[in-house]
């Protein structure tokens, strides 16, 4: 049993669990709650939090939609923003950040504001995933406070190949409409509303189009 232990793969910083590259540093001071009282909340920062707080029985359950409005207070997850909901909640910016740290669409780092996540799971991929995310990120690449990247199934396998921009679902997306798709994204357009999947009656293209 010890040599099989010893055999244990390892990742970075000696983990056994993939993706994990950050160890925990077990020399540091334990997390306090910061202080509410002396913490400056920015006031739609609060009023978001709290309202997000009114809506749950348990305030934990907060997190999410806590941590989507320190995202959208200051473009991504800060460690100041995290600091400020921390102190509405009442909980630890540790408590925050495992949570923001687990889930995909919390930026972690300074990102574009506009968001483009084009799914490159397998029905899209088969559908030309891999094509439509060059493309775009060939009309893209030098635009700014653009975020493009592929993504995992962003469940919306019907509408292959899809992306979903800023958080509206969009597809089926042909190369022949990257040029426009891009050109509405950097200009703050609503991306091709033709192909948004809330304002079809059907997910299936062709039944909406009768
Ligand atoms: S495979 Fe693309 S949305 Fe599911």
């Known amino acids: 049993m010890a040599d099989a232990q010893r055999h244990v793969a390892r990742f970075t910083n000696d983990s056994r669990i993939p993706g994990w590259d950050r160890a925990a540093d077990l020399t540091k001071e ?21 309202d997000a707080v009114r809506r749950f029985p348990v305030g934990d359950s907060a997190f999410i939609p806590a941590l989507y409005a ?12 995290i600091e400020q909901a921390a102190s509405v909640l009442g909980r ?18 300074p990102l574009g504001r506009k968001t483009v996540y084009v799914c490159t799971n397998i029905s899209c991929s088969l559908c030309g995933a891999d094509e439509l995310l ?17 993504f995992e199934c962003l469940g919306a396998c019907d509408i292959a190949p899809m992306a979903s921009v800023n958080g509206i679902y969009v597809g089926p997306i042909g190369l022949d409409q990257v040029p426009e798709l891009a050109r509405q994204i ?10 948004q999947l809330i304002k079809r009656p059907c997910a299936d293209p062709k039944v909406a189009e009768k």
């Not at 334990?30 to 939090?49: G, N």
């Not at 060059?134 to 635009?143: N, T």
């Open 30 to 50: 334990p997390a306090v709650v910061p202080d509410a009282a002396t913490t400056e909340v920015p006031a739609e920062l609060r009023a978001a939090i709290e």
């Open 70 to 81: 320190v995202q959208e207070q200051y473009g991504w997850c800060s460690p100041e923003g």
């Open 92 to 109: 630890t910016p540790a408590a925050l950040t495992a949570v923001a740290t687990f889930y995909d669409m919390f930026r972690m780092e």
């Open 134 to 150: 060059e493309a775009l990120e060939a009309e893209l690449g030098e635009a700014p406070d653009v975020h493009i990247r592929g």
């Open 186 to 195: 950097v200009a703050g357009d609503d991306p091709l509303p033709a192909k």
